[in-house]
């Protein structure tokens, strides 16, 4: 966690921005704690139960000492609402007249749970300066998990329902039953890693782009190499499942605040329609694979139906899934076909089924297909991880078409989102094996080629495959005869 020191002057006194709180006179320590005090996000990041501290402290110390402290205010709130609102605000920890902050219990009680001489390191910029940094060593929290301190979280909510352990099919049953809704978000925090910033991965204030602050994040970087050591423990598939979860919260929330969504809304529980998606399309016929490729597949969202056009436009054979694979598994669309008035009804969902021709499962191994398009909710423009909307078809879809031999290496995995939906630091552990990571992302306003750090499916896995889900997609159970077939 970086915190830096900008000194502001307000009324002849001095602050620390962007946290409206008093330098502190007894040491930078204390002034950490300070800083601390006054955030919820930066209590929430670093466990500290602010509301229940507070209790801790009015019910076991005697009104005297409460007095003496920082957090009369506070203390005497008589409500929990009062105190979440009063928590909202930037507080000024010793703007009082009379104040100790050495006698104020909460930050003692912060400062003893911060462990600042092991877990602290305090940097300078120069002597002339005003600026200080300081890092603190806390556990590594992405920006998903970050930007979803003090707010609910669906998935979670259901799971606080019920103590019983639930299995793994349970979870994926879950999953998809939750509905989405919206969520206000009044605070949205910005979450840097230092190794972000020296690598120049993320857009940051220009402050800590200078000189003597880069000099000085290359030196916390080692210092934290120096001290932890990497983790080799993999996450359950419920944190997974949360981190997915709280992504696609986070996405769906931004979008709708910032209005850079379409019909239908709210976007939730769906692949955002985003604005300007013709942009993207477009951008996505610039691309020489593009050019080169014979058969396309583009999922059937409304976001991706401008591209679906471009495609037949461009004579292109046109591959869009039935939806949710009700009933067969393709729509085959050739424009060698089709008339030139009938593209544009082509392309949407409705008029893919009127036009196209129904592809069997056995057709596939005819096919040679380019140029796959996927829809996301989230994706990491730089390993490639992408989280689509939560029912797994895209995946599923891949691990078809992989293992009846109409996909290889070859094969170009696109995805067209706003910009709104990168997150840059997804963790690397929220891909699965039946995950399909994505090699170029397009926007209205670039294209980016990922690395694409993970393998994609080779084939369809069962053991994510529960009774519903083959009982409900007749192409699956088609799917396992063949395979039996070919065993025999």
């Known amino acids: 966690m970086l915190l830096y020191y900008n000194f502001t002057r307000k009324r002849d006194r001095y602050f620390l921005s962007p946290f409206e709180v008093e330098i502190s006179k007894h040491g930078s320590q204390r002034t950490v704690c300070e800083i601390i005090r006054s955030s919820d996000f930066l209590c929430g990041l670093l466990g500290i139960d602010r509301p229940m501290m507070l209790k801790q402290i009015t019910t076991n110390n005697s009104p ?47 400062e003893e749970k911060l462990d600042f001489k092991h877990k602290c390191m305090f940097y300078s910029t120069g002597p002339t300066s005003d600026l200080c940094v300081c890092a603190l060593n806390v556990g590594h ?49 910005q979450w840097m890693c230092i190794r972000d910033i020296i690598d120049g991965l993320i857009t940051c204030n220009h402050i800590l782009k200078s000189r003597n602050i880069h000099e000085i994040l290359i030196k916390m970087d080692l210092w934290l190499k120096e001290r932890n050591e990497p983790k080799s423990d993999k996450p359950s598939l419920t944190n997974i499942q949360q981190i997915k979860g709280k992504a696609r919260q986070l996405v769906w929330d931004l979008m709708e605040i910032k209005n850079e969504v379409r019909f239908p809304r709210p976007s939730h529980g769906r692949i955002p329609n985003f604005r300007y998606c013709e942009l993207a399309a477009e951008n996505v016929t610039s691309l020489e ?45 050739d424009p060698k076909f089709l008339r030139r008035n009938q593209l544009e009804w082509a392309a949407t969902k409705t008029g893919a089924a009127e036009l196209g021709t129904a592809l069997q499962l056995t057709a596939l191994k005819q096919i040679h297909v380019d140029i796959i398009i996927v829809a996301s909710v989230a994706v990491n423009p730089i390993t490639g991880a992408r989280i689509g909307k939560g029912k ?10 992989s ?12 995805t067209t989102c706003h910009e709104s939906q ?67």
């Open 403 to 414: 293992q009846m031999g109409c996909v290889n290496k070859k094969t170009v995995v696109i």
């Open 141 to 189: 929290n992405p920006s998903v998990l970050c930007n979803a301190i003090g707010y609910s979280s669906l998935q979670i909510d259901e799971d606080s329902q019920t103590d019983k352990p639930a299995s793994a099919d349970d979870e994926k049953k879950k999953s998809r039953n939750v509905k989405a809704r919206h969520q206000h978000r009044q605070y949205v925090h």
């Open 422 to 488: 990168l997150i840059n630091d997804l963790p690397n552990e929220i891909m699965e094996e039946h995950d399909l990571p994505v090699d170029i992302i397009v926007t209205p306003k670039r294209y980016i080629y990922t690395k694409r750090l993970f393998q994609r499916p080779e084939r369809v896995y069962w053991n994510k495959i529960d009774s519903d889900m083959l009982t409900s997609i007749p192409v699956l159970q088609e799917l396992k005869q063949l395979e039996g077939q070919e065993t025999k």
């Open 289 to 333: 694979c593009f050019h080169r490729a014979r058969v396309i597949k583009i999922n059937p969202s409304l976001a991706q139906e401008p591209l679906r056009y471009l495609a037949l436009t461009y004579n292109k054979v046109l591959l869009t899934p039935t939806p949710a694979l009700e009933s067969v598994l393709f729509y085959k669309l």
């Open 64 to 110: 005297s000492i409460v007095s003496t402290g920082s957090i009369t205010n506070d203390a005497s709130l008589s409500s929990s609402d009062s105190q979440e609102q009063t928590s909202r605000r930037a507080l000024s920890c010793s703007t009082a007249a009379g104040i100790n902050n050495s006698t104020d219990p909460l930050l003692s009680m912060i």
């Open 392 to 401: 797994g078809y895209a995946d599923l879809e891949y691990g078809i078409m």
